[in-house]
């Protein structure tokens, strides 16, 4: 709550400056600066409201209500007519000034005049609309962007992170130790002593983590809280596996209440995995450490899931025999995301159709199911993950198709 008001106060504080210079502007360097409107400067101040209103009614009425619900043609209307108000009222503000400046120009070339007027301030106003449209439109794809990322993560359990080549790897939320920030980047440091560079702030990437799992530290360290072998009140410490030893993070007085009241939540599950030692460890709770061999997972049976000819192995709780009369779909026994569903849906269906020519290939999944490139890719790695779909053919022509039934192995 205390970051969302600071957030906001610093946006409120960004846009008064930005006003401010917009009035300074206009006051001393505005084309409509004839001399005489210099007695009458409060209408400068006056036609910056109308921009003002004009671009508010489009941030935070018309874009959400008309163009983000694909109403694209009411909203270029309503924004059109938002601006030639906006143009008009400012034009009928200053034309008494402007009238008084023009009084010595040959009446034929006066209504050339007023229509050059009119035609900047229209402009002008055009400007400050596409400035704040682009801005906007940026803002909510950044934020659709990390409410997918957040609901991947939530539904896997793992985080997506790019690599050098341009590849994504999957990383488990329990195999990250903890995230460091050095200048731009956010470095995360795996249990296993690797570590990945991802551009972008730490608080940019807390919100990519699913709710209680992640703990903020310090302004430089993000830590995963089932990886916390103990605390104090000044630090904490996480172990690694290739050092063999737990790394100390300082905990800094800023964010000592709220860890502190974070790790007192999971003292019941520290206390419940120490007096039942074969308890499964939760993800939200302090995990408990040991070197012990036996405490090491037993690993799941391999079966098969006999439905739409797709096998799917090491996934549900309870095995399916051949025999079996209990028929499971696997998009229910995977828990994917809604998208990742679609995207399968789409890829089936796609191939099944005789009459499309083309491969099923990532522009043509986007095409079909109206999101990003780079969404669809997201998805297809969880699918492929999970062993749902299949690539075949060359790199260049060839497409993406659902697994077919396989047999079990032992």
């Known amino acids: 709550m205390r970051t969302n008001t600071k ?5 409120s504080f960004i846009h008064l400056v930005f006003w401010a210079g917009v009035c300074y502007f206009f006051t001393y360097f505005s084309f409509l600066r004839p001399s005489t409107i210099m007695a009458a400067l409060y209408k400068e101040f006056v036609s ?3 921009i003002i209103a004009m671009v508010y009614l489009n941030y935070f009425y018309l874009i959400p209500q008309f ?64 400035f704040f449209f682009l801005i906007k439109v940026y803002h909510d794809l950044i934020i659709k962007y990390t409410h997918e990322k957040q609901m991947i993560s939530a539904a896997t359990h793992a985080i997506f992170i790019s690599l050098k080549n341009g590849a994504m790897k999957e990383v488990k939320i329990t195999e990250i130790a903890y995230i460091s920030q050095e200048k ?19 608080s940019e990437t807390e919100q990519l983590f699913p709710e209680n799992t992640c703990l903020r530290i310090n302004k430089s360290n993000l830590v995963i809280i089932s990886n916390i072998v103990s605390y104090n009140k000044t630090s904490l410490q996480i172990n690694l596996k290739e050092k063999g030893l737990p790394v ?51 690993k799941e049976e391999k079966y098969v899931v006999n439905l ?16 079996s009369s209990q028929q499971i779909s696997v998009l229910e026994a995977v ?22 020519k083309k491969r099923c290939r990532v522009p043509t999944i986007a ?28 790199p260049r022509n060839g497409g993406y198709y659902v697994v077919e039934k396989q047999e079990a192995t032992d």
């Open 184 to 202: 731009n980047y956010s470095y995360f440091y795996l249990i296993d002593g690797l570590r990945y560079p991802q551009y972008g702030s730490l």
């Open 248 to 298: 100390t993070l300082k905990i800094s007085e800023k964010y000592r209440g709220t860890v502190f009241s974070t790790l007192n939540k999971h003292k019941e599950q520290l206390l419940q995995n120490k007096s039942n030692p074969n308890a499964k460890n939760n993800n939200s709770g302090v995990k408990r450490w040991s070197n012990r061999k036996n405490d090491t997972p037993k």
């Open 308 to 323: 739409q000819d797709i096998a799917l192995e090491n996934h549900v709780a309870s095995p399916i025999t051949e025999n």
């Open 7 to 11: 957030k906001t106060l610093l946006n």
């Open 335 to 356: 828990e994917l995301h809604k998208t990742s569903k679609t995207i399968f849906n789409f890829i089936k269906d796609y191939n099944n159709d005789v009459t499309n």
């Open 67 to 130: 163009f983000q619900t694909g109403k694209r043609k009411q909203y270029w209307l309503f924004a059109l007519f938002s601006i030639a108000i906006a143009g008009t009222g400012e034009f009928v503000l200053v034309l008494p000034e402007v009238h008084k400046c023009l009084n010595s120009i040959p009446l034929e070339l006066f209504s050339t005049v007023l229509r050059t007027f009119l035609f900047l301030i229209i402009l002008r106003d055009i400007g400050f609309f596409l």
């Open 48 to 50: 910056v409201l109308f």
């Open 367 to 394: 095409e079909g199911v109206n999101l990003a490139q780079r969404t669809v890719e997201t998805h297809i790695l969880i699918l492929k993950e999970h062993h749902l779909i299949e690539y075949r053919g060359a």
